[in-house]
């Protein structure tokens, strides 16, 4: 079945440096959605990236999603104690398929 | 008001026993689902439902039966607990399934099996 593996596990890192989490998925995706946990919290959307070699940003925060449309980033530049969470993709095969979500990626960040 | 709410938001309860949580969006969405996160922080789902209508039941032990009175309610009731069942359990909706809908989540209902 749909795989979506997402490295590192965790990353600690100090205030002031910057992040990049991976996803890459087993199959083509259709598209790719990122979700942002908090400790203690539940997940919630940050973007949904379509096309192939799309790029969207967020303030400090850039999402690439793959020519081959199997595999994205999320890139934090200048990270902050805010930003300390758990950071998952998730994606789709095909339309009507169960969102899969990749392991996650738990930031730390000390100040 | 809350978009997606879970009761109860904790449970504690012993093996053999049945418990069920409660899920509700005020959002007019038509889609629902159950998520499992353990303590690894893995997030996998159990079902969706769409419009009252099951659409995907992944390999989840027949003793967790969903429920859907209508589309803006999912229920999950868990008969004969196991120590494995311990998890926080996210209830979750979209707009529409099939369409790249994002996923609202509740608050989550965390349940230890003792």
């Known amino acids: 079945g749909q795989q979506v593996m997402q490295i590192p596990q965790y990353q600690h890192v100090q205030e002031g440096e910057d992040f990049t989490t991976y996803c890459n998925s087993s199959t083509t995706l259709s598209n790719i959605q990122w979700y942002k946990q908090r400790p203690g919290g539940h997940p919630v959307f940050l973007i949904q990236l379509v096309k192939s070699g799309e790029v969207k940003k967020q303030k400090r925060l850039t999402f690439q999603f793959g020519e081959a449309k199997k595999n994205s980033s999320l890139h934090i530049t200048a990270t902050q104690t805010t930003d300390v969470g758990t950071y998952f993709c998730a994606g789709r095969s095909q339309a009507g398929t169960a969102l899969i979500f990749g392991k996650g990626t738990t930031l730390s960040v000390s100040s | 008001d809350t978009a997606v709410s879970q009761t109860p938001k904790y449970l504690v309860t012993q093996m053999g026993n049945d418990k069920s949580i409660k899920c509700e969006q005020n959002l007019g969405h038509d889609t629902m689902y159950w998520y499992k996160q353990d303590s690894k922080k893995f997030l996998k789902i159990m079902f969706s439902y769409n419009n009252k209508e099951l659409i995907i039941n992944e390999t989840v032990p027949n003793r967790f039966s969903p429920k859907s009175p209508d589309k803006a309610h999912l229920n999950l009731h868990i008969n004969s607990l196991e120590l494995g069942d311990s998890a926080v359990y996210f209830c979750?909706?979209?707009?529409?399934?099939?369409?790249?809908?994002?996923?609202?989540f509740g608050e989550g209902s965390r349940l230890t099996v003792l």
């Open positions: 979750a909706s979209s707009h529409r399934t099939g369409v790249t809908g994002e996923l609202f």
